[in-house]
């Protein structure tokens, strides 16, 4: 089974009147999503009590969660304060995600800076390794999700990815076809464009662990020079990817998890449209 749902909240669910992300499982139920993204990209700002409540909601609307973590999350730094900081950023948003029953916490693995970019990935790989051997003894259960970049100069294409993700079972890859997307220069436009990443997902993780993905799909404005420029709303056509080619991968290659819209505003109402696009598809097989 394949889940929808939204990475935090449409603009309409709060002209709609609603204020609290508490009201979202309910809502987002009504229009028959069943997956929601809780953004703490801002900072781990939840309380205890809230994130409990929002896990009460979701699960009595049979709605998975997920959490981004912190944007300031940079585990190649080679400054040690910063991986400190990294580090409870991470534990942070495990403990929030911990609270509100959600099984996966998405992050950026971090950006080289002024180094090389292979030399920063080994000292992202190695630091990824100490927070795995501390997450695995406490939070065995939640999914660390490493995402694929849109901007060029930041560490998480595919293969870094993957990369990462084989270090430990405690891993799963984030995979954002948008940065995908951005990052190749427009890189995604066929059958088969989608087709190879998930040839190279199965072929790193393996048949069964390679299916059950999260991931991310917005269309993506991007420049040739730096990849990701600006996220689009689905109905913004002139930017890619599109969804019809991932949707049939999605099928064929009978793709399990959860599908998140990150598109500009209207990631609800978006992650409708993905929802029936795919649906019809099934139908048809
Ligand atoms: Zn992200």
């Not at 991986?83 to 609270?99: C, M, Q, R």
């Not at 080994?122 to 795995?132: E, G």
Request: charged fraction near 25%.
């Amino acid at each position: 089974m394949l889940r929808f749902g939204p990475s935090g909240n449409s603009a309409i669910f709060y002209a709609e009147g609603y204020k609290s992300s508490l009201k979202m499982p309910a809502w987002l139920k009504a229009k028959k999503l069943n997956a929601y993204e809780y953004s703490l990209t801002r900072g781990v700002r939840l309380g205890r009590e809230t994130a409990e409540k929002l896990g009460a909601e979701a699960r009595a609307n049979e709605i998975s969660l997920s959490v981004h973590a912190p944007y300031f999350i940079n585990l190649a730094s080679p400054n040690p304060e910063n991986i400190t900081k990294s580090e409870k950023y991470i534990a942070d948003s495990v403990e929030a995600a911990a609270f509100m029953g959600a099984q996966r916490v998405v992050f950026h693995t971090g950006s080289p800076g002024k180094a090389e970019r292979k030399e920063a990935f080994d000292r992202a790989y190695r630091n990824l390794y100490a927070v795995v051997e501390k997450h695995r003894e406490k939070y065995p259960e939640i999914l660390l999700c490493p995402e694929t970049m849109g901007k060029k100069n930041q560490i998480g294409n595919l293969d870094e990815i993957l990369k990462l993700c084989m270090l430990d079972e405690c891993l799963m890859p984030t995979i954002d076809f948008g940065h995908l997307h951005a990052a190749g220069g427009g890189a995604l436009n066929s059958k088969d464009d989608f087709r190879r990443i998930f040839e190279r997902i199965l072929e790193a993780l393996g048949e069964e662990r390679g299916r059950k993905l999260h991931m991310h799909y917005s269309r993506i404005e991007y420049t040739e020079k730096g990849g990701e420029k600006k996220h689009w709303t689905y109905a913004d056509k002139q930017y890619g990817p599109e969804f019809e080619p991932l949707a049939l991968c999605l099928a064929e290659y009978k793709i399990t998890g959860t599908v998140i819209t990150e598109t500009a505003g209207t990631m609800a109402e978006d992650a409708v449209i993905l929802m029936g696009i795919y649906n019809a598809i099934m139908d048809d097989l």
